[in-house]
């Protein structure tokens, strides 16, 4: 067997093999989390144009002196819409938005919320 051969061996195939596994694994890695981060980013982007256009509705069907709906689906958010006397905090949700105007009736100022819920 001649010493002076020339190639690559099984253990700088293993190496680089690994090498680029965990190249690989990292750049998947990312491109997951860009993704998802940009999902979320959209359905926000989304929940607050619709939170806007609710409660624009909401305030013109008040004004009107209809009554809005509490709470329906949209698209496939969740619509919620609350009065009350004082403004509220929104509920402890992890993927909402929450908007809020004011509705004056002849003798009482109405906070008027509006939220907007998506995903699990």
Known sequence: MNLNEKGISLIEVLVTVMILGIVFTLLFQTTDYVTTATNLHDDQKKAVELAEQEL??????????????????????????SQSNAPQSPPNLDRHVSLSGVHTNQKNLITITVTVSWGN
Do not use: A, H, W
């Open 56 to 81: 624009n509705s909401v305030l013109l069907q008040l004004k009107e002196g209809q009554s809005p709906p509490s709470t329906y689906m949209k698209d496939g958010y969740i619509i919620t819409v």
